[in-house]
């Protein structure tokens, strides 16, 4: 898989002797998580996994180099049985996708390392992300983080029906691939479609409502696509990767920074 992460930030690219030579307390390490999965007719399957590394890659290069952060190596399947039904899904249970988080967490609480970000780039995974980092908290002593997308910046010329229902193989999406790999990105195949619409409010919504229903892609978006893909600019894409980067930065550096003991 292509990755953007800086050599010297690769804790993959260590040997052993110079990871056991890392200041344990200030060190912080991040476990990418993502997905492989359908992305409709225009995106690759590694869509998620690819947008994860190129944010996560251009934060660390903003990084004063004394900071040790580093990556560690993604978790590439997630939970994604939404997906089910769509060749090319590769899906893990929640039980797989959360021992698996544990079993890392357990080696790096083994090493002796006391900071881990879980950096999450698929929906699905999300709610297992946040159990997760209060376990790991809980059971090793971790102190654990949960760093989600972009960061939480706002999208600059984006709809406002694209901002609430643009989920999966969407414009975001598609402008990021096309800032970074347009060879993947199929522009004669964008299909559109939404599972709501913001001028007519439901009382049942999909996500993001006190009522929801539990969906599965295929029942509401047949070509796999949640979202509007056709306005995806790579200018945008350049642009809005850049501003995350640079959110996800501020945040990891406050993570380093985060008191390792409980204020007393
Ligand atoms: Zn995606």
Redesign the pocket.
């Known amino acids: 898989m292509k990755t953007w992460v800086p050599d010297a930030r690769n804790f993959a690219y260590l040997n052993w002797k110079q990871v056991d030579a890392l200041p344990r307390e200030s060190t912080l390490l991040v476990l990418p998580t993502a997905a492989i999965e359908q ?1 409709g007719h225009h995106l690759p399957l590694a ?2 996994t690819l947008i994860n590394n190129l944010l996560l890659g251009h934060a660390l290069e903003k990084l004063p180099p004394e900071m040790h952060v580093y990556a560690l190596p993604p978790v590439h399947y997630g939970k994604s049985n939404e997906h089910i039904g769509f060749p090319g899904t590769l899906s893990v249970s929640a039980a797989t996708f959360m021992a698996v988080l544990r079993d890392l967490g357990a080696s790096v609480a083994n090493a002796g390392f006391r900071r881990l970000v879980l950096y999450n780039t ?1 929906g699905g995974n999300s709610s297992l992300i946040d159990v997760m980092a209060r376990d790991l908290r809980a059971e090793f002593n971790l102190r654990t983080f949960a760093l989600h997308g972009s960061g939480g910046i706002t999208f600059e010329g984006l709809s406002a029906q694209e901002r609430a229902y643009g989920f ?2 969407n414009e975001v ?1 598609t402008a990021f691939l096309l800032a970074s790999m347009p060879e993947l990105v199929d522009r004669s195949a964008y299909t559109v479609n939404y599972i709501a619409d913001i001028a007519n409010p439901e009382l049942l919504l999909p996500e993001n409502a006190p009522a929801t229903f539990a969906w599965l892609t295929r029942d509401i978006a047949p070509s796999g696509v949640l979202g509007d893909p056709r306005p995806a600019t790579a200018e945008n894409g350049a642009r809005w990767r850049d501003a995350a980067a640079t959110r996800l930065a501020a945040a990891l550096e406050v993570m380093v920074r985060y008191p390792s003991q409980p204020a007393t």
Do not use: I, L, R, V
């Open positions: 992305h869509t998620d698929h999966h193989a999406e």
